[in-house]
Structure formats: C-alpha cells, structure tokens
C-alpha cells in the first residue's frame, strides 16, 4: 500500500499556471504507475496525465500541450504542471497510484488504480 497526498491546488485567472503536488509515502519501494485525475462537479472522474518510474508520461488529448507530469523518484513526489489553464479544468484533482503498468487507454481508467489521495481543487475564473 501506498499512502498519497496532494497539494498545490488554488484559485487562478485563465491562462494562468499552478504546479501540483502528490506526496507518496508507505511502500514506495514497489514500482509504481502513478497518475492525475480530475473531477468537475456534476461529472465523472477522468484521466489527466500519468507516468510510470521510468518517467514515461501519457496525456489525455485535452491536456497535451499544456500539462506536464513528473515524478521525483528521490522524494516520491509525483508533479503535474499546468499551464495555459482554461475554466474547463477547473475540478478536483487527485493523485493515484497502482503497481500494474497500464496501457495506452486502461491507464485513463480510475477503477484501474488500487491507491487515492483525498484531492485538491483547482478553480480557474475566466
């Protein structure tokens, strides 16, 4: 098991930036797949962005080229840099982590992930 949690989250203007942070403590010896979700109100919970030890990162099309996601394996600290944010992202944002790999679809797929933060909100004005 592995204990996440998240922070950085904010209010901001569109087009503005925030830098999100997930905390992974407990058995981060395992090789962990770890991902960025998002929840907006009234909508159910979609894939952002997710990497894996290696630092292999996939997007979800409505984020490439604005997110980043990292990982700092010497911290356990899992990133997702946004940029360019639109009211549209605004949700909450969770960190989630799984020991399986996941695929070029499965990994967007919140019931493929075992461990949850509790979430951060990100409110974006226009």
């Known amino acids: 098991q592995v204990q996440l949690a998240e922070s950085g989250g904010g209010s901001v203007q569109a087009g503005g930036s925030l830098r999100l942070s997930c905390s992974a403590s407990?058995?981060?010896?395992?090789?962990?797949?770890m991902g960025w979700f998002r929840q907006a109100q009234g909508k159910e919970r979609e894939g952002v962005a997710c990497t894996d030890s290696f630092g292999a990162p996939k997007y979800a099309d409505f984020v490439k080229g604005r997110f980043t996601v990292s990982i700092d394996k010497t911290t356990n600290t899992l990133y997702l840099e946004m940029n360019s944010l639109k009211p549209e992202d605004t949700a909450i944002y969770y960190c989630?982590?799984?020991?399986?790999?996941?695929?070029?679809?499965?990994?967007?797929?919140?019931?493929?992930?075992?461990?949850w933060g509790q979430g951060t909100q990100v409110t974006v004005s226009s």
């Open positions: 989630a982590a799984d020991p399986f790999p996941k695929g070029p679809t499965s990994w967007a797929v919140s019931e493929n992930y075992r461990n």
């Open positions: 407990g058995s981060t010896h395992i090789w962990w797949y």
